[in-house]
């Protein structure tokens, strides 16, 4: 059976579920848009200035989607340009995927997607001491690679570029959850709280989520997890909800 005719919650915002959402009616399954999370930027202030020039770095790191396109906005407004010997260091497929609008390719990007893959690729290749690292992330982002590449006695700074606030979703879209549905996908822990915030008392029957830092936020939470996808896409998590309704069946 599959997917066919399963109804299943994107809690992702709206500018980034199309992927998703056109997987998912091609399977046959019928998406239900509830984003749980909005972004915003933040740009640089006098409690936060831009660095003065990228020159002196040896890396680049995003953890996120998000991330580049805030953090590429964030420098353009700053006036800075990457420079050629800049690397990039990124987070799964999908990360990178949002280099390419901007003409840019990583020069690393982790199989594990939460930043810990990160630092161990990064690991894998040398060592870290004396190397400087910029890291463009979302306000209040967890500190695991950045407290490890200062550990490994790098030098790092670390710059919020986006924040994360609370999605509105349509009013229509939460009588479709209170109708009945068969599963809730999660991309980010953020979308996960946004969810017990928006959508109190309503526990999805199936939940799929990117990534093992996505999945404790869900059991955080109080929800069982049934799937972690592989792969930080939407086809890693549409496979993941094949395999899903694949074992009920």
Not at 14 to 34: C, D, M, N, T, V
Not at 165 to 181: H, S, V, Y
Not at 230 to 237: K, Y
Request: hydrophobic share 45%; proline share 8%; aromatic share 6%.
């Amino acid at each position: 059976m599959g997917l066919k005719g399963k109804r299943v919650v994107i809690t992702r915002p709206p500018e980034q579920s199309g992927e998703l959402r056109a997987k998912l009616l091609q399977a046959g399954a019928i998406p239900i848009l509830f984003p749980t999370l909005a972004t915003e930027a933040i740009p640089p202030s006098p409690s936060q200035p831009a660095p003065q020039h990228l020159r002196h770095y040896d890396w680049l790191l995003f953890t996120s989607a998000n991330g580049v396109r805030y953090g590429l906005e964030y420098l353009a407004a700053a006036g800075l340009a990457l420079a050629p010997s800049l690397r990039i260091g990124v987070v799964g497929q999908a990360t990178a995927a949002a280099l390419e609008p901007y003409g840019l390719k990583a020069d690393l990007i982790a199989q594990k997607s939460s930043a810990e893959g990160l630092l161990e690729a990064l690991r894998a290749l040398g060592p870290l001491a004396g190397g400087r690292f910029l890291l463009l992330v979302a306000e209040g982002a967890r500190d695991e690679l950045f407290e490890g590449l200062k550990a490994a006695r790098a030098f790092v700074e670390r710059i919020p570029v986006y924040r994360t606030i609370l999605g509105q979703p349509r009013p229509e879209a939460l009588a479709a959850l209170r109708k009945g549905f068969d599963a809730a996908v999660f991309a980010s822990p953020s979308s996960v709280r946004g969810w017990v915030a928006l959508a109190p008392g309503i526990v999805p029957p199936k939940v799929v989520c990117i990534g093992p830092t996505t999945a404790q936020a869900a059991r955080e939470c109080g929800l069982g997890v049934d799937c972690v996808a592989d792969a930080q896409s939407a086809t890693g998590l549409l496979e993941a909800l094949e395999k899903v309704f694949t074992e009920v069946a």
